[in-house]
């Protein structure tokens, strides 16, 4: 079996790119840290990262479950709206009956 050559286009190329870059540079910041800086800095830094990254988390999470709530209120309302439609039809048709049942009433 011969190998196939994929072309990559511009948008997907770039992203490879920048992908690399940001991954390569998660594993040297360890070592170019330890390098330059004391533990002390070190571990304020270390400290500030995990406090930004736990708040970012709890900014999705308030997101996700304020999503949740919109759809299940989306989903009451249309709940109750067929309901209504529903009683609605149902007190027409009375109505209805009702209204020939009066004048077969009438003409009796």
């Keep these: 079996m011969s190998p196939t050559l994929i072309e990559l286009k511009l948008l997907p190329l770039i992203a ?10 998660v594993f040297n910041l360890p070592s170019d840290l330890s390098e330059g800086a004391s533990p002390g800095a070190i571990l304020i830094g270390g400290l500030i990262t995990g406090f930004g990254m736990m ?23 249309t709940l109750t709206e067929v309901r209504l439609n529903a009683d609605a039809s149902v007190t027409t048709r009375r109505a209805a009956e009702h209204y020939h049942q009066q004048r077969a009433d009438d003409k009796t």
């Design 55 to 77: 708040m970012l988390a709890f900014v999705y999470q308030r997101q996700a479950h304020a999503e949740r709530h919109q759809r299940a209120d989306q989903v009451v309302a």
């Design 16 to 25: 490879l790119v920048v992908g690399s870059m940001i991954g390569g540079g």
